[in-house]
């Protein structure tokens, strides 16, 4: 009995090769399949001093997907940084699959695409004209709003393809930036596993808390979360806010016209572990609670980091949050706006432990099944190997 290794041409006989020599045939016949595929090797640039947060979640995935990462990256004063940045790039010499330009990094897209017949593709999440327009730092018809529109468009339309955060932005994006929606791909944001995961040894704080964690942006709706605290203030549920932003002035006048000692403010960044720990003791998370616009089209990030620590999560309903999740199975919803609603959502939900922890549950377990970092880095490269972008 025998026959030939169609990729070696040996012939392989199982009556004059001993068992032995047969298995280190097989044995170097797999070690020279590894050998010889391919490493995808992954030029990324930005021009941060950090690696952003959404960067940091695919740079890990693509990693352990088997890549290489090229880390190229200048936060040197104007023009300077574009400058390394190509010196650095030209060094390479080409020898890489595809460049990978990191978040918020709009100006880097066109130029990118100047300097090199690789892949370009841009880890965008959203439009950083819109959100300064969200924070209402300039008018929408100022000269910055404009210029960041400019960045926005010149870098849809540049890159190859361009991760957003979910397909209601996506179809924002592709009705207000006139790009091609073949050019877009959802792709969720998920969080870095080292720096948030489940701990079993933290334990819950004592009284019922509600916790707020995150930029107090106008779409926020803190608003609303500071008038349910002051609707509860005589009972025993508890609220923990951690962060700061455009919204700090207002929440802080609202605190002032009750006696709010059953709200924690928490301005100050913390470390990644008291952060963790101080997300984790709460019993319920909060995320956006405005009908703002850029509110439907968002999932916050605190979204991933509360389903990587198994706290159930409720946010007001919006086209994009309902994408991700399925109400009243992994994750909970109130309508916009809405104090009175919300405040009658949390003190039933005090109540009712055994359906919190299911959800918390359920929502961990959607994490583990689809939004971990190597299944997101995953996902992009099997529709850039779908689309002949990448050979694997």
């Known amino acids: 009995m025998g026959g030939v290794n169609l990729r070696t041409g040996f012939w392989i006989s199982q009556k004059f090769v001993k068992r032995d020599e047969l298995h280190r ?12 595929k391919h490493t995808l090797r992954i030029c990324y640039l930005n021009i941060t001093d950090h690696i952003p947060a959404r960067d ?13 990462i090229i880390d190229i990256r200048d936060s040197s004063p104007g023009l300077k940084k ?13 020898e890489y699959d595809i460049v990978l330009v990191g978040y918020m990094a709009q100006i880097l897209v066109p130029f990118a695409r100047l300097i090199t017949s690789k892949p370009v593709i841009f880890n965008a999440l959203g439009t950083i004209s819109e959100g300064v327009i969200s924070r209402r730092q300039n008018s929408i018809f100022s ?5 960041l529109w400019i960045l926005d468009y010149l870098a849809f339309h540049s890159a190859l393809l361009s991760l957003i955060d979910n397909n209601v932005l996506i179809r924002h994006i592709v009705k207000k930036f006139l790009v091609p929606h073949a050019k877009l791909l959802r792709a969720w944001t998920g ?26 942006a106008n779409d926020s709706g803190i608003q609303h979360l500071a008038a349910v605290a002051k609707n509860l203030a005589t009972t025993d549920i508890r609220f923990r806010i951690l962060g700061r932003g455009p919204m700090a002035e207002t929440l802080e006048k609202i605190l002032q016209t009750f006696d709010s000692k059953n709200v924690e403010w928490v301005q ?22 405005s009908g703002g616009v850029r509110a439907a089209n968002s999932v916050p990030h605190k979204t991933f980091e509360s389903l990587a620590l198994k706290l159930p999560f409720l946010q007001a309903r919006q086209p994009a949050m309902l994408e991700l999740f399925e109400e009243n199975t992994n994750a909970l919803f109130c309508d916009p706006d809405d104090v009175e609603g ?9 109540k009712d432990p055994a359906r ?8 961990h377990q959607l994490f583990d099944r689809i939004l971990r970092p190597k299944q997101l880095a995953q996902g992009v490269l099997d529709h850039l190997a779908e689309r002949k972008f990448i050979h694997r």
């Open 143 to 147: 000269l910055k709003v404009l210029y």
């Open 25 to 36: 045939i097989v044995q170097w016949q797999k070690d020279s399949m590894v050998e010889n």
């Open 268 to 289: 100050e960044r913390l470390s990644i572990v008291d952060l963790r720990r101080k997300m984790q003791e709460t019993h319920l998370s909060i995320g956006w609670l």
């Open 191 to 216: 969080v870095d596993e080292d720096s948030f995961f489940y701990d079993q040894s933290i334990p819950k704080l004592p009284h019922f808390t509600v916790l707020f964690r995150g930029d107090l």
């Open 356 to 363: 919190l922890q299911k959800i918390a549950e359920n929502g």
């Open 82 to 94: 574009i400058l390394n940045i190509y010196r650095r790039h030209r060094a390479l010499k080409g």
């Open 56 to 68: 940091v979640v695919y740079l890990k995935g693509f990693k352990e997907c088997g890549a290489e």
């Open 342 to 350: 919300l405040t009658n959502i949390i003190t039933a939900l005090r």
